[in-house]
């Protein structure tokens, strides 16, 4: 790494600054330490000397000198001492002795060396560590900018270690990041394709409305049956549009995560009965032969308040479906693992390429006979039944109708007579 790039970072600056303050501590202790050591050295030496040439004057022998013994003895030293004042030899004074000044350089210049070995030493192995940590920082603060660029970084195969940790963690945000990127990106498209669909279904029924709105107040002169006949025709538009803000709402709670299902084991023949008799006035008046097969005793958990809702919905998509004499069955069986229910007519049934578009939000089948339907009955029926455990497909053949087929786990169910309604 340039070192200067490197001093530009504070604490490293502030490590080599606490090194050197340290170093010249060290220095300045240590050369007061050598000169007092050197001085009391000299000292002895001359102390040494003095009594060496006192005891030449005693005449004593050469063993009993002190360069042999290693010791002074007090006579010989004053004995010296007196004879080198004669001489004007000062009293033993370390800083007047020639060794002094070269044995004091020489120890201060050997400490100066070893320090100044250790300070290098310690400042290339200084170097030598910021380096290796601003080059991970350095790495890392790459692949922040990769991450904020919307890029998802690579792990090296093998690596090891809190840097190993590190970089997966950021590579870990980097793929939650990328993942709720594309979870926003999917959003704003659904909303933006949500609310133009919503748009476009509401066009139709308030353009019927205002038209015939716009009749009834510019012609004054209309007959009675004619104008009862614009007023249903507004009904019909009004509960077209009624149907659809009700229906979106649902579905909104549940994308929302608003709605959550309260599952009791509650008998299936009440939540069918309860999901068909909306419709057998209709049922009636078209000659439809609307009929339902359910065990009194199959107990099944679920929420049937919302079951209902979405039996309901298949109900009406399959009376929708269904031309006037027809026939819609739901009928109900138990096995040992589940609860299936069908609702099945012999309408106008539809292609196979259709089948995997009908549980989409707004989508209508090509061959559909009533012009009310809006293409959101289904995709809420498939939520609900999803929220309470059930799976649901569809078999159809074109002319002949279409089968719904839902399948709950099933849970405590004891067993029960069959009961049988039909009406037409």
Same mark, same amino acid.
């Given at each position: 790494?340039?070192?200067?790039?490197?001093?530009?970072? *504070?604490?490293?600056?502030?490590?080599?600054?606490?090194?050197?303050?340290?170093?010249?501590?060290?220095?300045?202790?240590?050369?007061?330490?050598?000169? $007092?050591?050197?001085?009391?050295?000299?000292?002895?030496?001359?102390?040494?000397?003095?009594?060496?040439?006192?005891?030449?004057?005693?005449?004593?022998?050469?063993?009993?000198?002190?360069?042999?013994?290693?010791?002074?003895?007090? !006579?010989?030293? *004053?004995?010296?001492?007196? @004879?080198?004042? &004669?001489?004007?030899?000062?009293?033993?004074?370390?800083?007047?002795?020639?060794?002094?000044?070269?044995?004091?350089?020489?120890?201060?210049?050997?400490?100066?060396?070893?320090?100044?070995?250790?300070? #290098?030493?310690? =400042?290339?192995?200084?170097?030598?560590?910021?380096?290796?940590?601003? !080059?991970?920082? $350095?790495?890392?603060?790459?692949?922040?900018?990769?991450?904020?660029? $919307?890029?998802?970084?690579? #792990?090296?195969?093998?690596? +090891?270690?809190?840097?190993?940790?590190?970089?997966?963690?950021?590579?870990?945000?980097?793929?939650?990041?990328?993942? @709720?990127?594309?979870?926003?990106?999917?959003?704003?498209?659904?909303?933006?394709?949500?609310?133009?669909?919503?748009?476009?279904?509401?066009?139709?029924?308030?353009?019927?409305?205002?038209?015939?709105?716009?009749?009834?107040?510019?012609?004054?002169?209309?007959?009675?049956?004619?104008?009862?006949?614009?007023?249903?025709?507004? %009904?019909?538009? /009004?509960?077209?549009?009624?149907?659809?803000?009700?229906?979106?709402?649902?579905?909104? !709670?549940?994308?929302?995560?608003?709605?959550?299902?309260? #599952?009791?084991?509650?008998?299936? /023949?009440?939540?069918?009965?309860?999901?068909?008799?909306?419709?057998?006035?209709?049922?009636?008046?078209?000659?439809?032969?609307?009929?339902?097969?359910?065990?009194?005793?199959?107990?099944?958990?679920?929420? &049937?308040?919302?079951?209902? +809702?979405?039996?309901?919905?298949?109900? %009406?998509?399959?009376?929708?479906?269904?031309?006037?004499?027809? !026939?819609?069955?739901?009928?109900?069986?138990?096995?040992?693992?589940?609860?299936?229910?069908?609702? &099945?007519?012999?309408? =106008?049934?539809?292609?196979?390429?259709?089948?995997?578009?009908?549980?989409?939000?707004?989508? *209508?089948?090509? $061959?559909?006979?009533?012009?009310?339907?809006?293409?959101?009955?289904?995709?809420?029926?498939?939520?609900?039944?999803?929220?309470?455990?059930?799976?649901?497909?569809?078999?159809?053949?074109?002319?002949?109708?279409?089968?719904?087929?839902?399948?709950?786990?099933? @849970?405590?169910?004891?067993?029960?007579?069959?009961?049988?309604? =039909? @009406?037409?």
């Amino acid at each position: 790494m340039n070192l200067v790039k490197l001093f530009r970072n *504070r604490p490293v600056r502030r490590v080599f600054a606490i090194l050197i303050v340290l170093t010249t501590i060290v220095l300045t202790i240590g050369i007061l330490w050598i000169r $007092g050591k050197t001085e009391e050295t000299v000292q002895k030496m001359v102390e040494k000397d003095i009594a060496l040439v006192g005891g030449v004057l005693l005449n004593r022998p050469a063993s009993q000198l002190c360069i042999l013994t290693g010791e002074n003895d007090p !006579r010989d030293y *004053r004995a010296g001492l007196d @004879h080198l004042k &004669s001489y004007s030899y000062p009293k033993a004074n370390p800083e007047n002795y020639p060794y002094y000044e070269w044995l004091v350089g020489s120890r201060i210049r050997a400490f100066v060396g070893w320090v100044g070995l250790f300070f #290098l030493l310690s =400042c290339f192995l200084l170097l030598l560590s910021f380096s290796m940590v601003y !080059r991970t920082i $350095g790495q890392l603060t790459r692949t922040a900018q990769w991450i904020a660029q $919307g890029q998802v970084p690579k #792990l090296e195969p093998g690596a +090891e270690g809190d840097e190993a940790a590190m970089q997966y963690a950021f590579t870990s945000m980097a793929q939650r990041l990328q993942f @709720h990127a594309d979870s926003l990106k999917k959003d704003k498209e659904y909303l933006k394709d949500f609310l133009s669909d919503v748009s476009h279904q509401l066009k139709t029924p308030l353009a019927a409305l205002r038209m015939y709105n716009e009749i009834l107040l510019s012609k004054r002169e209309i007959a009675p049956e004619k104008q009862r006949e614009f007023l249903e025709q507004s %009904k019909e538009q /009004i509960d077209r549009t009624d149907w659809l803000i009700q229906g979106l709402l649902k579905s909104a !709670r549940m994308d929302a995560g608003a709605v959550r299902m309260d #599952l009791t084991d509650s008998y299936l /023949i009440d939540t069918v009965q309860n999901a068909i008799s909306p419709f057998e006035e209709e049922a009636k008046q078209r000659g439809i032969r609307l009929a339902y097969q359910v065990d009194s005793g199959i107990l099944l958990r679920h929420d &049937s308040r919302w079951v209902t +809702e979405a039996l309901g919905n298949i109900v %009406k998509n399959a009376l929708e479906h269904t031309r006037n004499g027809g !026939r819609v069955q739901v009928e109900a069986q138990e096995t040992p693992m589940t609860v299936v229910i069908s609702v &099945s007519d012999n309408g =106008c049934g539809m292609e196979s390429t259709e089948i995997p578009l009908i549980f989409e939000r707004f989508y *209508r089948r090509g $061959g559909e006979v009533s012009p009310t339907n809006v293409g959101i009955g289904l995709s809420l029926a498939r939520q609900i039944l999803e929220l309470n455990g059930a799976d649901i497909y569809v078999k159809s053949v074109v002319s002949e109708g279409s089968t719904f087929v839902i399948t709950f786990l099933k @849970h405590a169910t004891p067993t029960g007579e069959t009961q049988s309604f =039909c @009406h037409s």
